[in-house]
C-alpha cells in the first residue's frame, strides 16, 4: 500500500506486540481527521469514531446529540436506525457514550457484512443526521400537554434520565468532584445534563452543536480486527470527501492549579423517614497533564497500591476506622486532560467529616514517610502485569478497550500508539522500583500532599430535597405556562400530538428498505460447540476444555449449597467474600491478598444461583473462581489449599466492615439499578432460583444485612458458629465439581497438581437442607429517595400454558426493540424499557428504567397480549428478529468465557442436542409463534406480579389505583 491511498496519507506504520497489531496511522489530507487502523487475527472487529464535544453550559447538549444522531440520517431516513440495527445484527457491540469532553460512537461484529453496515449506518448518522425539532423534543426535553385543560409536565429520554442520576449520591458526588476541580473548563459544566437546566435547550443550540463540533477535522476514527484495512480508507473517504478542513474550537484548555484547597457541600435526597441519614465526603486532586504511557502506568500503579484492594493501606485505614461503611469516589481518571485522583467514604456521621478528611491526609503523610509496603507494591505490579498481558475485556470487544486506551492520549493529540505500548514502560518500572526508587512515595508527596488543587466535596442528607426539587419543577411548567397566550398553549398541544402521531407511525417499508441487513442464509445454522472433556481426578467430576488461554490457566471448583440450612442463606455471599478477605490460620488477611496479588490472576467466589431444564429446583452452587499463569500453578494450589482448609472466621472487626461495606454497595443499587432489583424481587415469588437471587441478593438480603450488622456487634459468636458451619458443610468433597479451561499442553501441567490438591481435600457426609421458598408480596411498591420509578411485572409462561419454542427468543428480540422501545421509552419517556425470558424456569419479564410514568407503564405491560394478536409481521421484520436472536446466542466470548458457559451448561444438563433443538426453531420462527405467546401473555395482565421501586408520590396513586403493598426501603 502506498503512503497515500483513498484520500488519506500514512503518518506511521509500526507493529504493537503487544496487542499482536500492525498499526497505521493515517491523516485524511481533505479535512486532517486521523485514522488509526490496528490490523490483527481477531475475528471480532471494532470501528468507533470519536468527537472532542465540549459542554457551552449544562443543558446536556452533548448527551443529547449523542442519542439525536441515532434517530435517522440522510441515506437511512428511520425514526431509528439504531433500533433496526439493534432489531436484525450479528453486532456484539453498539452503543454510543458521552463523557465530559467526548462523544463516542462505537460498533464491533464478527460478521463482516454485518460490520460493514453497521459503520455505513453510524458514519452517515454522525454526519448526515436528520434533526428535526422532533428530535430534540423526544430525546431532550418538550412540554407535554396533550390537551388545554390537562396539566402541563417536562417530557425527554435524556430529561428522565439525568433525573435518575440526580437521584443516585454515588454518581452525584463523583460529578461534583469533576466539576469543582475544573470551575475554569469545560470539565466545570454538566455534559450529561442538569434536569433543571436541560430544558433551557434551544432548538438553534441543538443545531448549532452539531454544525460545530461534528465535523471531520474534530474526528479521531478507530478501526481494529481481521477486516481488509484498505476498505477501511475507502468507507471512510466516502464520507469524508464532501467536507472541508475547519478549525473547530474544541481544544480543552488547561484548568489553571489553584492556590489553596477548597471545600463543597451539596444536599442528596434520602427517605423522609430514614433513622440517622448519612453523609458522604471525597477528597480530589487534580493532578498534571500525564506526558506518556510511562507516567499513565505508574499512576495507575499508585491508585492499585493505595485503593485496589481491600489490603491497601489507604482503603484499609478509611475502613477500619469506623468512620464510614464504604468507599465513594474512590478513583483514577486518566481520561481526562488533566487527571483526578479521588477517594471517599459513604454512610458518615456528621461528627465524623474532619475526621475522614485528617485520616485521608495522614494516611498519605505516613505513606510518603515510611514507604510503601514491599508485599503491597509488588503484588499490585505483578496484579497490574497480569490485566495488561491477559487483557481480559468480558464481554466487551477487546478492541473496544484498545480505542478507549488510544484516546486517553490521542484525544489530545499525544501519540495514540504510544497509549497501546506497556512492555518498555513496565519494564522500566519494575527496574527502577526494583533499584529502590522511591516512585510511588515521591508522588503521593508531589502530586497530593503538597497540591494545593484539591476539593472535599461533602453531601448532606436532605429529606425535604426531593419536594423542593418537584415543587420548583412544577412552579417552573405553571410560570410557563402563565406567560403563553392562548394561541401559544394550543401550540403546545399541537406540537405534543404531533409528536406522539410521530412516534406511533410506523417507518414506510420504503424507508425500512434503506436499512441493510443480512440475510437469513448468511447465519450458521449449527450450534457453536465448546471442546470438554470429562475427567474425574480424585474422585471429583471434573470438566476440561481445550482452548488457546496465551498461557493462563483458568480454575473453577464449584461447591453444592444444597447442604446451607435456609436461615443461613443470606451468609453465603459474604461467607464467599471471607474466603479470600479474612485471612488464613498462616496469613493475616492483608497477607493473603498479597499473596494472591503476587502469585496469581486473582482468586475470587461468585454465586451460581440457576432455574434448571424440566426440574422443579434450582441449581445452586458457590463458585472458587481462580486464573494464574501456567508457571504458577504450584502457587495457586497451594493458596487454593489454604483458603479452604485454614480460613479464618474468628475477626469480628473485619467481617462487621465487610457487612457494612456490602449494604452500602445494595443501596447505592437501588436507586442506580432499581430495574435490577424489581426483576431480582419479581423472579422471588416465580421459582425458587429467583428467591435464592433474592435472599442472597435482593431487597430480602439488604434487610438481612441491616438486621446482621447488629447481630455482629451484639451476638459475634451466634454469627461466627454459623459462618463456620458453613464452612464445615460446604467445603469439602462431596458434591464438588472442578472445570478447567487452558490449552492441552497446559492441561498436562495442570492435571496432575489439580488431582493431588482435589485428594488432599476433606470428605464429610452431610444430608441436603430443607429449603421453603417464601414468596414477598404479588402487588408490591418500594420507596426510595428518586425523581424516577423502575416498573416491573411478571409471571411464569409455563404455568399460563405457554410450551418452550426456540421462537421465544426472537420474540423477546422483536418485543424489546419494537414495543417496549416504542411504548415505555420513546412515548413513555424512560431510559429504558425491556422483556426478558428464563427458558428454563418460564419467568417472564417486563421491566423499565428511569421512569417518569408508573401506571401508564403497567398499562403497556397488560396491553401486549392484545398487541401480539393484532400483529401482522412483515417478512423483513420477522428475518430481522431471527438474526438479532441468533447474534444474542451467538455473543463473543474470550476463552475463559467459554470455559466456563460450558461448566454451567453441564450443572443444568443442557445437552447440545436441546441446544441445536432450540436453534432450529428459532430459524423457522414464524407470525404464528407470535400469536401463539398472546394466551400466556394475557395472563400476566390478570395475574402476573408487580414489583416497583420509585417515588412515593407515584407510589401512593399506584397503591389507591392498584393495591400495591407499600414500603419504604431506603
Given at each position: 500500500m502506498?503512503s497515500?491511498?483513498?484520500?488519506f496519507?500514512?503518518?506511521?506504520?509500526e507493529?504493537?506486540?503487544?496487542?499482536?497489531?500492525r498499526?497505521?496511522?493515517y491523516?485524511?489530507?481533505?479535512?486532517?481527521?486521523?485514522?488509526l487502523s490496528?490490523?490483527?487475527?481477531?475475528?471480532?472487529?471494532?470501528?468507533?469514531i470519536?468527537?472532542?464535544?465540549?459542554?457551552?453550559?449544562?443543558t446536556?447538549?452533548?448527551?443529547?446529540?449523542?442519542?439525536s444522531?441515532?434517530?435517522?440520517?440522510?441515506?437511512y431516513?428511520?425514526?431509528?436506525?439504531?433500533?433496526?440495527l439493534?432489531?436484525?445484527?450479528?453486532n456484539?457491540?453498539?452503543?454510543?457514550?458521552?463523557?465530559?469532553?467526548?462523544t463516542?460512537?462505537?460498533?464491533a461484529?464478527?460478521?463482516?457484512?454485518?460490520?460493514y453496515?453497521l459503520?455505513?449506518v453510524?458514519?452517515?448518522?454522525v454526519?448526515?443526521?436528520?434533526?428535526s425539532?422532533?428530535t430534540?423534543?423526544?430525546?431532550?426535553?418538550?412540554?407535554a400537554?396533550?390537551?388545554?385543560?390537562?396539566?402541563?409536565?417536562?417530557?425527554?429520554?435524556?430529561?428522565n434520565?439525568m433525573?435518575?442520576?440526580?437521584?443516585?449520591?454515588?454518581?452525584?458526588?463523583?460529578?461534583?468532584?469533576?466539576?469543582?476541580l475544573f470551575?475554569?473548563?469545560p470539565?466545570?459544566?454538566?455534559?450529561?445534563?442538569?434536569?433543571?437546566k436541560i430544558?433551557?435547550?434551544t432548538?438553534?443550540?441543538?443545531l448549532?452543536?452539531?454544525?460545530?463540533?461534528?465535523?471531520?477535522?474534530n474526528a479521531?476514527?478507530?478501526?481494529?480486527?481481521?477486516?481488509?484495512p484498505e476498505?477501511?480508507?475507502?468507507?471512510?473517504?466516502?464520507?469524508?470527501q464532501?467536507?472541508?478542513y475547519?478549525?473547530?474550537?474544541?481544544?480543552?484548555?488547561?484548568?489553571?492549579?489553584?492556590?489553596q484547597?477548597?471545600?463543597m457541600r451539596?444536599p442528596?435526597?434520602v427517605?423522609?423517614?430514614?433513622?440517622?441519614?448519612?453523609?458522604f465526603?471525597?477528597?480530589?486532586?487534580?493532578?498534571?497533564?500525564?506526558p506518556?504511557a510511562h507516567?499513565?502506568l505508574?499512576?495507575?500503579?499508585?491508585?492499585?497500591?493505595?485503593i485496589?484492594?481491600p489490603a491497601?493501606?489507604?482503603?484499609?485505614?478509611?475502613?477500619?476506622s469506623g468512620?464510614?461503611e464504604d468507599?465513594?469516589?474512590?478513583n483514577?481518571?486518566?481520561?481526562?486532560r488533566?487527571?483526578v485522583f479521588s477517594?471517599?467514604l459513604?454512610?458518615?456521621a456528621s461528627?465524623?467529616?474532619?475526621?475522614?478528611?485528617?485520616?485521608i491526609?495522614?494516611?498519605?503523610q505516613?505513606?510518603?514517610?515510611?514507604?510503601?509496603?514491599?508485599e503491597?507494591?509488588?503484588?499490585?505490579?505483578?496484579t497490574?502485569?497480569f490485566?495488561?498481558r491477559?487483557?481480559n475485556?468480558?464481554?466487551?470487544?477487546?478492541?473496544?478497550?484498545v480505542?478507549?486506551?488510544?484516546?486517553?492520549l490521542?484525544?489530545?493529540?499525544k501519540?495514540?500508539?504510544?497509549?497501546?505500548?506497556?512492555?518498555?514502560?513496565?519494564?522500566d518500572?519494575?527496574?527502577?522500583?526494583?533499584?529502590?526508587?522511591r516512585?510511588?512515595?515521591?508522588?503521593?508527596?508531589?502530586?497530593?500532599?503538597?497540591?494545593?488543587?484539591?476539593v472535599?466535596?461533602?453531601?448532606?442528607?436532605?429529606?425535604?430535597l426531593?419536594?423542593?426539587r418537584?415543587?420548583?419543577?412544577?412552579?417552573r411548567?405553571?410560570?410557563?405556562r402563565?406567560a403563553?397566550?392562548?394561541?401559544?398553549?394550543?401550540?403546545?398541544?399541537?406540537e405534543?400530538?404531533?409528536?406522539?402521531r410521530?412516534?406511533?407511525?410506523?417507518?414506510?417499508?420504503e424507508?425500512?428498505a434503506?436499512?441493510?441487513?443480512?440475510?437469513?442464509?448468511?447465519?450458521?445454522?449449527?450450534?457453536?460447540r465448546?471442546?470438554?472433556e470429562?475427567h474425574t481426578?480424585?474422585g471429583?467430576?471434573?470438566?476440561?476444555?481445550?482452548?488457546?488461554?496465551?498461557?493462563?490457566?483458568?480454575?473453577?471448583?464449584?461447591?453444592?449449597l444444597?447442604?446451607?440450612?435456609?436461615?443461613w442463606l443470606?451468609?453465603?455471599?459474604l461467607f464467599?467474600?471471607?474466603l479470600?478477605?479474612?485471612g488464613?490460620?498462616r496469613?493475616?488477611y492483608v497477607?493473603?491478598?498479597?499473596?494472591i496479588?503476587?502469585?496469581?490472576?486473582?482468586i475470587w467466589?461468585?454465586?451460581?444461583?440457576?432455574?434448571?431444564p424440566e426440574r422443579?429446583?434450582a441449581?445452586a452452587?458457590?463458585?472458587?473462581?481462580?486464573?494464574?499463569?501456567?508457571e504458577?500453578?504450584?502457587?495457586?494450589?497451594?493458596l487454593l489449599?489454604e483458603?479452604?482448609?485454614?480460613?479464618r472466621?474468628d475477626d469480628?472487626?473485619?467481617?462487621?466492615?465487610?457487612?457494612l461495606?456490602e449494604k452500602?454497595?445494595?443501596?447505592?443499587r437501588?436507586?442506580y439499578?432499581g430495574?435490577?432489583m424489581?426483576?431480582?424481587?419479581?423472579?422471588?415469588?416465580?421459582?425458587?432460583?429467583?428467591?435464592?437471587?433474592?435472599?442472597?441478593?435482593?431487597?430480602?438480603?439488604l434487610?438481612?444485612?441491616r438486621?446482621l450488622?447488629?447481630e455482629v456487634e451484639?451476638?459475634?459468636?451466634?454469627?461466627?458458629?454459623?459462618?463456620?458451619?458453613?464452612r464445615d458443610?460446604?467445603?469439602?468433597?462431596?458434591?464438588?465439581?472442578?472445570?478447567?479451561?487452558?490449552?492441552?499442553?497446559?492441561?498436562?501441567?495442570?492435571?496432575?497438581a489439580?488431582?493431588?490438591?482435589?485428594?488432599a481435600l476433606?470428605?464429610r457426609?452431610?444430608?441436603p437442607?430443607?429449603?421453603?421458598?417464601?414468596a414477598p408480596?404479588?402487588?408490591?411498591?418500594?420507596?426510595?429517595?428518586?425523581?424516577?420509578n423502575?416498573v416491573?411485572?411478571?409471571g411464569n409462561?409455563?404455568?399460563?400454558?405457554?410450551?418452550?419454542?426456540?421462537?421465544?427468543y426472537a420474540?423477546?428480540?422483536?418485543?424489546?426493540?419494537?414495543?417496549?422501545?416504542?411504548r415505555v421509552?420513546?412515548q413513555?419517556?424512560?431510559?429504558?424499557g425491556?422483556?426478558s425470558f428464563?427458558?428454563?424456569?418460564?419467568?417472564?419479564?417486563?421491566?423499565?428504567y428511569?421512569?417518569?410514568?408508573?401506571?401508564?407503564?403497567?398499562?403497556a405491560?397488560?396491553?401486549?397480549a392484545?398487541y401480539?394478536?393484532t400483529?401482522?409481521?412483515?417478512?423483513s421484520e420477522?428475518?430481522?428478529a431471527?438474526?438479532?436472536?441468533?447474534?444474542?446466542?451467538?455473543a463473543?466470548?474470550?476463552?475463559d468465557?467459554?470455559?466456563?458457559?460450558?461448566?454451567v451448561?453441564?450443572?443444568?444438563?443442557?445437552?447440545?442436542?436441546?441446544?441445536?433443538?432450540?436453534?432450529?426453531?428459532?430459524?423457522?420462527t414464524?407470525?404464528?409463534?407470535?400469536?401463539?405467546?398472546a394466551?400466556?401473555?394475557?395472563?400476566?395482565?390478570?395475574?402476573?406480579?408487580i414489583?416497583?421501586?420509585g417515588t412515593?408520590?407515584?407510589?401512593?396513586?399506584?397503591?389507591?389505583?392498584?393495591?400495591?403493598?407499600l414500603q419504604r426501603?431506603?
Amino acid at each position: 500500500m502506498s503512503s497515500s491511498v483513498h484520500g488519506f496519507e500514512l503518518l506511521r506504520d509500526e507493529r504493537i506486540p503487544e496487542i499482536n497489531s500492525r498499526a497505521r496511522l493515517y491523516r485524511h489530507i481533505r479535512t486532517g481527521a486521523e485514522l488509526l487502523s490496528l490490523e490483527n487475527d481477531d475475528e471480532n472487529k471494532v470501528f468507533g469514531i470519536t468527537f472532542r464535544t465540549l459542554p457551552m453550559d449544562d443543558t446536556g447538549l452533548p448527551h443529547i446529540m449523542e442519542h439525536s444522531v441515532l434517530c435517522g440520517s440522510r441515506k437511512y431516513p428511520v425514526k431509528e436506525p439504531f433500533v433496526e440495527l439493534m432489531k436484525g445484527s450479528l453486532n456484539t457491540f453498539l452503543n454510543a457514550m458521552t463523557y465530559p469532553d467526548k462523544t463516542c460512537y462505537p460498533v464491533a461484529s464478527q460478521n463482516l457484512q454485518d460490520f460493514y453496515n453497521l459503520v455505513d449506518v453510524y458514519l452517515d448518522a454522525v454526519f448526515n443526521p436528520l434533526l428535526s425539532p422532533y428530535t430534540l423534543k423526544q430525546e431532550g426535553w418538550h412540554y407535554a400537554l396533550e390537551n388545554p385543560e390537562d396539566e402541563m409536565t417536562f417530557k425527554g429520554v435524556v430529561f428522565n434520565e439525568m433525573k435518575g442520576s440526580y437521584s443516585s449520591p454515588d454518581s452525584l458526588i463523583y460529578d461534583q468532584v469533576i466539576r469543582q476541580l475544573f470551575p475554569d473548563t469545560p470539565y466545570g459544566l454538566d455534559s450529561g445534563g442538569d434536569p433543571e437546566k436541560i430544558p433551557n435547550l434551544t432548538y438553534e443550540q441543538f443545531l448549532y452543536y452539531h454544525r460545530t463540533f461534528y465535523h471531520p477535522s474534530n474526528a479521531r476514527i478507530f478501526f481494529y480486527g481481521d477486516d481488509a484495512p484498505e476498505k477501511r480508507l475507502q468507507m471512510i473517504d466516502a464520507y469524508l470527501q464532501n467536507f472541508e478542513y475547519k478549525q473547530v474550537p474544541s481544544v480543552i484548555p488547561l484548568q489553571a492549579r489553584a492556590s489553596q484547597p477548597r471545600r463543597m457541600r451539596l444536599p442528596y435526597e434520602v427517605g423522609a423517614e430514614e433513622e440517622a441519614p448519612r453523609h458522604f465526603i471525597a477528597l480530589s486532586w487534580m493532578l498534571p497533564e500525564v506526558p506518556d504511557a510511562h507516567e499513565a502506568l505508574t499512576l495507575s500503579l499508585l491508585e492499585h497500591v493505595l485503593i485496589g484492594t481491600p489490603a491497601s493501606p489507604l482503603r484499609k485505614a478509611l475502613i477500619e476506622s469506623g468512620l464510614g461503611e464504604d468507599l465513594t469516589a474512590a478513583n483514577l481518571t486518566l481520561d481526562l486532560r488533566q487527571p483526578v485522583f479521588s477517594v471517599g467514604l459513604k454512610g458518615v456521621a456528621s461528627e465524623n467529616l474532619e475526621r475522614v478528611e485528617a485520616l485521608i491526609l495522614e494516611t498519605l503523610q505516613q505513606l510518603a514517610d515510611s514507604g510503601v509496603d514491599a508485599e503491597t507494591l509488588w503484588a499490585s505490579l505483578n496484579t497490574l502485569e497480569f490485566r495488561l498481558r491477559e487483557q481480559n475485556t468480558g464481554s466487551y470487544p477487546r478492541g473496544l478497550f484498545v480505542m478507549l486506551q488510544a484516546l486517553a492520549l490521542w484525544l489530545y493529540d499525544k501519540d495514540p500508539i504510544e497509549a497501546l505500548r506497556f512492555e518498555a514502560p513496565l519494564r522500566d518500572l519494575r527496574q527502577r522500583l526494583t533499584q529502590g526508587e522511591r516512585l510511588l512515595e515521591e508522588r503521593i508527596r508531589r502530586l497530593l500532599l503538597e497540591n494545593p488543587h484539591r476539593v472535599t466535596v461533602i453531601l448532606d442528607p436532605d429529606p425535604a430535597l426531593a419536594e423542593r426539587r418537584a415543587s420548583a419543577e412544577r412552579a417552573r411548567l405553571e410560570q410557563a405556562r402563565a406567560a403563553m397566550s392562548p394561541e401559544q398553549l394550543q401550540q403546545v398541544v399541537e406540537e405534543t400530538r404531533e409528536l406522539k402521531r410521530r412516534q406511533e407511525t410506523p417507518d414506510s417499508p420504503e424507508a425500512l428498505a434503506t436499512i441493510p441487513t443480512l440475510k437469513l442464509s448468511d447465519l450458521e445454522r449449527e450450534i457453536r460447540r465448546i471442546p470438554s472433556e470429562e475427567h474425574t481426578l480424585a474422585g471429583i467430576p471434573t470438566l476440561y476444555h481445550d482452548l488457546f488461554t496465551n498461557g493462563i490457566v483458568y480454575l473453577d471448583l464449584a461447591f453444592n449449597l444444597r447442604v446451607i440450612p435456609q436461615e443461613w442463606l443470606g451468609l453465603l455471599p459474604l461467607f464467599g467474600r471471607a474466603l479470600t478477605e479474612m485471612g488464613t490460620a498462616r496469613q493475616s488477611y492483608v497477607q493473603l491478598i498479597q499473596s494472591i496479588g503476587q502469585k496469581t490472576g486473582g482468586i475470587w467466589t461468585q454465586l451460581f444461583l440457576s432455574a434448571a431444564p424440566e426440574r422443579k429446583d434450582a441449581e445452586a452452587w458457590l463458585v472458587l473462581r481462580a486464573k494464574a499463569m501456567l508457571e504458577q500453578t504450584p502457587d495457586l494450589m497451594a493458596l487454593l489449599q489454604e483458603i479452604l482448609t485454614s480460613v479464618r472466621l474468628d475477626d469480628a472487626e473485619r467481617f462487621r466492615q465487610m457487612v457494612l461495606e456490602e449494604k452500602a454497595s445494595l443501596e447505592t443499587r437501588l436507586i442506580y439499578s432499581g430495574h435490577r432489583m424489581a426483576a431480582t424481587r419479581l423472579r422471588a415469588g416465580l421459582d425458587e432460583a429467583g428467591w435464592l437471587s433474592e435472599q442472597t441478593g435482593g431487597v430480602s438480603y439488604l434487610f438481612f444485612l441491616r438486621q446482621l450488622a447488629r447481630e455482629v456487634e451484639q451476638n459475634w459468636a451466634e454469627v461466627q458458629a454459623r459462618l463456620e458451619g458453613i464452612r464445615d458443610r460446604l467445603l469439602q468433597r462431596q458434591g464438588l465439581r472442578a472445570n478447567v479451561t487452558v490449552h492441552l499442553e497446559g492441561w498436562q501441567t495442570v492435571q496432575p497438581a489439580l488431582s493431588d490438591f482435589l485428594a488432599a481435600l476433606p470428605q464429610r457426609a452431610v444430608l441436603p437442607a430443607q429449603w421453603t421458598v417464601q414468596a414477598p408480596p404479588a402487588q408490591e411498591g418500594l420507596i426510595i429517595p428518586s425523581q424516577v420509578n423502575y416498573v416491573g411485572k411478571g409471571g411464569n409462561l409455563f404455568e399460563a400454558g405457554y410450551t418452550l419454542h426456540g421462537s421465544m427468543y426472537a420474540i423477546t428480540q422483536y418485543l424489546n426493540a419494537t414495543y417496549f422501545w416504542e411504548r415505555v421509552r420513546v412515548q413513555g419517556g424512560a431510559y429504558g424499557g425491556f422483556c426478558s425470558f428464563d427458558p428454563y424456569s418460564g419467568a417472564f419479564l417486563m421491566l423499565s428504567y428511569r421512569d417518569p410514568n408508573l401506571l401508564k407503564t403497567l398499562e403497556a405491560y397488560d396491553q401486549l397480549a392484545q398487541y401480539l394478536r393484532t400483529l401482522h409481521i412483515e417478512e423483513s421484520e420477522r428475518v430481522k428478529a431471527i438474526i438479532g436472536a441468533i447474534g444474542e446466542l451467538d455473543a463473543y466470548q474470550l476463552p475463559d468465557a467459554k470455559g466456563y458457559t460450558a461448566f454451567v451448561r453441564a450443572l443444568l444438563g443442557i445437552t447440545d442436542e436441546r441446544r441445536q433443538r432450540l436453534r432450529d426453531e428459532l430459524l423457522n420462527t414464524q407470525p404464528e409463534d407470535f400469536r401463539r405467546l398472546a394466551d400466556a401473555v394475557e395472563s400476566l395482565a390478570h395475574r402476573g406480579r408487580i414489583a416497583v421501586l420509585g417515588t412515593e408520590p407515584a407510589l401512593q396513586e399506584a397503591a389507591q389505583v392498584r393495591g400495591l403493598n407499600l414500603q419504604r426501603i431506603l
